[in-house]
């Protein structure tokens, strides 16, 4: 069965940059695209990019379009998200996971998802 781990966060200052990986084990993870989620206290969970299964294809919110990148490396099986100027309002936990098919910021199209990772923006 798929397992995905989220790795990477923390707490950065305004402006600052974190990349946070997105590691699977139990399948092949070329055969799904992959999504970031985040999910800030008391609001529902976002997307914020996604990837297609090969790679040639990206989306991103229109709130971190120019300051994320979204990227793979299907033989360390593992899906980045590297994330520059960060803001306050970028505060929360991001999830990622799979979907079978096409790329999509939609989270009920995603059948697996990891445990999450805090990110926390703050001076």
């Known amino acids: 069965q798929l397992q995905l781990v989220e790795s990477g966060g923390g707490l950065v200052q305004p402006g600052g940059s974190l990349r946070l990986a997105c590691a699977a084990s139990?399948?092949?993870?070329?055969?799904?695209?992959v999504g970031w989620f985040r999910q800030a206290p008391g609001k529902e969970r976002e997307g914020v990019s996604c990837?297609?299964?090969?790679?040639?294809?990206?989306s991103y919110a229109a709130a971190v379009n120019g300051r994320f990148t979204i990227s793979r490396d299907n033989a360390k099986n593992t899906v980045y998200l590297q994330m520059n100027s960060l803001e306050p309002e970028d505060t929360a936990i991001y999830f990622c996971?799979?979907?079978?098919?096409?790329?999509?910021?939609?989270?009920?199209?995603?059948?697996?998802w990891g445990q999450g990772t805090q990110v926390t923006v703050s001076s």
């Open positions: 996971g799979t979907v079978w098919g096409k790329a999509t910021l939609k989270s009920n199209f995603y059948d697996y």
């Open positions: 139990g399948v092949t993870l070329d055969h799904y695209a």
């Open positions: 990837i297609s299964h090969s790679g040639g294809s990206t």
